[in-house]
């Protein structure tokens, strides 16, 4: 009998999960539950519209409710070349739109990709892409995240030579080192970058645009170039005492996780922030030995990055599930430091200040200081574009936005000819379905741009935008009309 009541998804135990890294959140559903949960869709396609990437929702959940998940990851990689990847940690705003909220629940439109990407251990025995010859092009990418392997996948299955280069010793950005492997495991992450580098994407590690080999090189020897470098560089408090040797920026702490150090954290962290990078680095010092594990935000809880989503909703869950306290409404003004150490972090409580237009403001009140002891501090206040890389005569012509992002056309070039740019260094969304989204998009205007789409495969480039335009606040809208 059809069910409306969406399968649960089961926690694994938190206490289990603090061991260490290999445990993730979230179990994987059995088969019939999947078949079940998949059966529950109506085939509607209106999660398609708050999908950036514009994949067909509606299509590979039914072939995952027939039993064939083989077509599902087939269907997901018309955009999007990392299905177990994303079926993880995407923000799935397409669940906060489903018409099925109010009826059971939303379809678990991610888990369900995880399971169907999950069966396969190597995708090239279901993914039959046809080896295309050298079509005479080449492209480099500067930058091997997920908007960058994007690229490289679509523009190498269309026989364009594309040539990464990643300033650190291995591929994923943040898929790598911000997202902690408890979330994603590694070889989730190997499988896909795996397959991705199997179709003959060649790869420069450790080589920084700027300093291994210059921008203008790159300009000059290849046919395009697509910028990818995310949006990296670490913005601090400059609270008084945060050059003392136990205060990081959460970027920092998170790379260095990433490649296998075990930091020692002490007994007490408070991390600075209030979205993804404060949670992950908040439970990632519980898994490092730390007692306590705050999250000092500066406005309310309904404010926080991210919220209202189904997504945010979740990873308050699991960090609450592992133990983390969130303090709200509050302002760290001084690191208090014994030696070059902080030991302490003095702050105010806000008081949350409208004034009719737009968002109420945090205002401390400085009546009365509050303190409380600290081992180690992380500031997870976000990052700023940096495009030192690029040499003056180029700098010059880069049309920038108000917020410092390069200003692309509908093809994601940038005001440079043959330079395109996306992920998080141009988009606002900051997540990785929209840089996804930006490479999909950079892909197909960078095959126009080298005259190619006459010798293309039309069946493997990426469809953007295939049904109803995407609209960035429809899942916002429906999440907070259904929360209010
Ligand atoms: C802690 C954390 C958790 C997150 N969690 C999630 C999540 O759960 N879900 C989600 O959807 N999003 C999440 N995000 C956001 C997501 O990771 C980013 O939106 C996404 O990675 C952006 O992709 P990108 O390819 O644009 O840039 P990045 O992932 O930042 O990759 C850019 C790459 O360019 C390289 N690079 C930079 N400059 C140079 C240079 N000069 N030369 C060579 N290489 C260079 C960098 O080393 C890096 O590898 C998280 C981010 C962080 C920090
Ligand atoms: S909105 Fe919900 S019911 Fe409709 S296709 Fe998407 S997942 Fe299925």
Known sequence: MLSFERVKIDHADPKKRLQGFTIEPL???????????ASRCIGCNICTQSCPASLDIGGYIKSTAVGDPAQTVRIVFENLPF??????????????????????????????KRYAADKFDDYSSIINVPKKKFVGKRVAVIGGGPAGLTAAYYLSIQGVKVTIYEKLPALGGFMKTGIPR?????????KEIGYILSQGVEVHLNTKVGKDISFKELMNSYDAVFMSVGNQKPRMTGTPGSDAENVVHATEFLRRSSFGERIDVGKNV??????????????????????????????????????PSMNAEEEMEEADEEGVHYVWEVTPFEYVKKGNRVVAVKYWQNDMVSDGKGRAKPVPNKDKVQIIDADYVI???????????????????????PQGQPIVNPNGMTSIPGLFSGGDSTNGNRDLISAVRDADQATLGILQYLNLMDKVSEEFIPLVDRWKKYSPMAAKIAYSERSS
């Open 27 to 37: 179990e994987e559903y059995s088969d019939s539950s999947a078949v079940a949960e």
């Open 83 to 112: 299905p177990a990847i994303i079926g993880r940690v995407c923000t799935h705003m397409c669940e906060d739109i489903c018409v099925l909220y109010d009826t059971g629940g939303p379809i678990a439109i991610r888990h369900l």
């Open 270 to 307: 408070v991390i600075i922030g209030g979205g993804f990078t404060a949670n992950d680095s908040s439970r990632t010092a519980l898994r490092f030995g730390a007692k306590n594990s705050y999250i000092f935000y500066r406005r309310r809880e309904i404010d926080r990055p991210g919220y």
């Open 379 to 401: 500031e997870a206040t976000g990052q700023e574009n940096d495009y030192t890389f690029m040499e003056e005569e180029y700098l010059r012509k880069l049309r920038l936005t």
């Open 182 to 190: 408890y979330r994603l495991p590694q070889d989730v992450l190997d």
